[in-house]
T-cell receptor, first 117, second 116 residues
């Protein structure tokens, strides 16, 4: 019973295509994230949603568009894929910051390895 | 602009000895720090955390130390076991300073190998 699940696990596609990665969490968390792990292995935050509302939008090309149909889902749609988009994309979720003792830990999905050829 | 830095990309430790992984940060607004462990082809999994009001947090074989004046934290694993071989990510957050969702900033990771 996976807590944070992403599909697909692997995605190989040609330049210029449009693709989506889906993410679902069954933890009842309020906050979901997309992270990108690049070739240098950095985990960089891309987006964060809290209760379906976009909270964090880092400097990401507008070809990347997150969609949160409900609190349990945060999908990532990528238009006009480029070679540099090849990376591993991780979805994560956590409880929202409650204003008390700081943030709780984030739970990650297994990652989606995107290869653009 | 790396706000969380792990300067050692890899570390090799003999089984049974202590593993010490280091992490430095630059943003004094961070007030919550986390360590994640990652196996190949899996997502990172939470290991241990520490709030800035503490300087030490222990959980079994894992202890995290925080030195706020030096903006440095370390993860100690003792004794090290073969199953500890993984990539360890240090992460930080300024949870208290954001109005809603927090942003967790990760370091680049340290690959720990435990040799027999």
């Amino acid at each position: 019973d996976t807590a944070v699940s992403q599909t697909p696990k692997y995605l190989v596609t040609q330049m210029g295509n449009d693709k989506s990665i889906k993410c679902e969490q069954n933890l009842g968390h309020d906050t979901m994230y997309w992270y990108k792990q690049d070739s240098k292995k950095f985990l960089k935050i891309m987006f964060s949603y809290n209760n379906k509302e976009l909270i964090i939008n880092e400097t990401v090309p507008n070809r990347f568009s997150p969609k949160s149909p409900d609190k349990a889902h945060l999908n990532l749609h990528i238009n006009s894929l480029e070679l540099g988009d090849s990376a591993v994309y991780f979805c994560a979720s956590s409880q929202a910051w409650t204003g008390g003792g700081g943030v709780t830990e984030a739970f990650f999905g297994q990652g989606t390895r995107l290869t653009v050829v | 602009d790396q706000q969380v830095k792990q300067n050692s990309p890899s570390l090799s430790v003999q089984e049974g000895r202590i593993s010490i992984l280091n992490c430095d940060y630059t943003n004094s607004m961070f007030d919550y720090f986390l360590w994640y462990k990652k196996y190949p082809a899996e997502g990172p999994t939470f290991l241990i955390s520490i709030s800035s009001i503490k300087d030490k947090n222990e959980d079994g074989r894992f202890t995290v130390f925080l030195n706020k004046s030096a903006k440095h934290l370390s993860l100690h694993i003792v004794p090290s076991q073969p199953g500890d071989s993984a990539v360890y990510f240090c992460a930080a957050s300024g949870g208290r300073f954001y109005s809603s969702a927090s942003k967790i900033i990760f370091g680049s990771g340290t690959r720990l190998s435990i040799r027999p």
